[in-house]
C-alpha cells in the first residue's frame, strides 16, 4: 500500500486540455493553430517556450506561387521546426539555408538576429500535398539572448531512438528518454519528443516537478493518467505537482512532448523579438531599421 500511494502521489496532475484555437495564416503557406502565447498558456506559465504554433494536416493545391512566408527578422530566441507532412525551404540573411524533410527538424537559434524566410520546397509547392508541422518558440536565457545564430538541422535519422516494449517508438529530438538522447544543443534544460506508440501502448513519462510539460496530439489520440482523454489536435497543460505522466494510446499515434525547466526571468516581446526589458526590445527595432541583421531577398 505504501508503493502504491507513492506512485499516486508523484503523478502530475492534468491542469487543462486545449482544443486548437481559431486557425490563422502566417503568410499563405502557413495554415496553423497558434496555442502559445494565448488565455491561460501566456508566456511566464508556459516558460521556457514562448509560442506554438500548429499547422494541423492541410491538403495544399498545386501552385504556381511559391506559397510562405518572407524575410522576417528574429532576436533573443530559437524557432524549432518539425515537419510532419510535406517540405520547406528556408533562408536567411547569414547565407545558411536549406530543406526541412518529412520527418526532420530545424533548430534555428536567432540569438541577436538574422533575417530569415521560409517557402514550401519548389517541388512540393509545384505538386500539393498533405501539410503538417509545428514551429515551437524557445525563449533564450538573459545570458544568451545576443549569442551568435546557428542552425541545428536535424535529420529524422539522426534523432535518438527508443523502442517501446508494446509497439512504436520515440523520437528524442532534444533531452533524454530512458537513457536514448536527443541530438539538439539546448541552453536551458528542454526535452523535445516524439511519441510514436501503437494502438493500446503504455508510455510514462518522468520529468522534475518544476518543469513546464505539454502534450499536443498531433495523429490519434490517448488516455492520459488513465482519467482524460487527449483527443487529435488537442494540447494536454499538466500541473507542477508531480514527476510522472501516463500516456495510453487509443490508436496508432502521434504525441509531441515538450518540457523544460522554467526561466524565470522577465519577458518582454514584440513581434520578432523576445527579450527581458522594453529598452532590449527598443533597442533590437533599431538594430533592424539600420540593417544590423543584414539582408534578405525576397
Not at 18 to 41: E, I, K, S, T
Not at 73 to 99: C, L, M, N
Not at 128 to 144: H, R, S, T
Request: charged letters at 20%; a negative charge.
Amino acid at each position: 500500500m505504501k508503493t502504491e500511494t507513492k506512485r499516486e502521489n508523484s503523478l502530475r496532475s492534468i491542469e487543462k486540455i486545449v482544443p486548437p484555437p481559431p486557425v490563422h495564416w502566417v503568410g499563405d503557406g502557413f495554415r496553423v493553430h497558434g496555442f502559445l502565447p494565448h488565455g491561460p498558456l501566456h508566456a511566464e506559465r508556459m516558460s521556457p517556450f514562448f509560442l506554438l504554433d500548429y499547422n494541423a494536416k492541410y491538403n495544399f493545391p498545386p501552385s504556381t506561387n511559391l506559397l510562405g512566408v518572407g524575410p522576417h527578422p528574429h532576436r533573443g530566441f530559437e524557432t524549432v521546426t518539425i515537419a510532419y507532412h510535406g517540405r520547406v525551404a528556408h533562408h536567411d540573411s547569414r547565407g545558411g539555408g536549406g530543406v526541412i524533410g518529412e520527418g526532420d527538424v530545424q533548430w534555428m537559434t536567432a540569438g541577436s538576429g538574422l533575417l530569415h524566410k521560409e517557402y514550401h520546397e519548389e517541388k512540393f509547392n509545384r505538386e500539393g500535398g498533405e501539410f503538417q508541422m509545428v514551429q515551437l518558440w524557445v525563449n533564450l536565457p538573459a545570458k544568451d539572448k545576443m549569442t551568435e545564430p546557428k542552425y541545428q538541422a536535424i535529420t529524422n535519422g539522426e534523432m535518438g531512438r527508443y523502442e517501446l516494449p508494446e509497439g512504436g517508438y520515440v523520437e528524442v529530438i532534444a533531452g533524454e528518454y530512458e537513457g536514448v538522447n536527443g541530438p539538439a544543443a539546448t541552453f536551458s534544460p528542454v526535452n523535445l519528443f516524439n511519441l510514436k506508440p501503437k494502438a493500446g501502448s503504455e508510455i510514462k513519462l518522468n520529468f522534475p516537478s518544476h518543469y513546464t510539460v505539454a502534450v499536443v496530439a498531433i495523429e490519434g489520440s490517448a488516455t492520459l493518467n488513465g482519467e482524460k482523454k487527449l483527443p487529435t489536435d488537442n494540447l494536454a497543460l499538466f500541473e507542477t505537482d508531480g514527476e510522472e505522466i501516463v500516456v495510453r494510446a487509443e490508436e496508432d499515434s502521434v504525441f509531441l512532448v515538450m518540457a523544460g525547466e522554467p526561466l524565470n526571468e522577465p519577458i518582454a516581446q514584440y513581434g520578432p523579438f523576445l527579450m527581458n526589458t522594453n529598452a532590449e526590445i527598443a533597442q533590437a527595432i533599431d538594430d533592424y531599421q539600420q540593417g544590423k541583421f543584414g539582408y534578405l531577398a525576397d
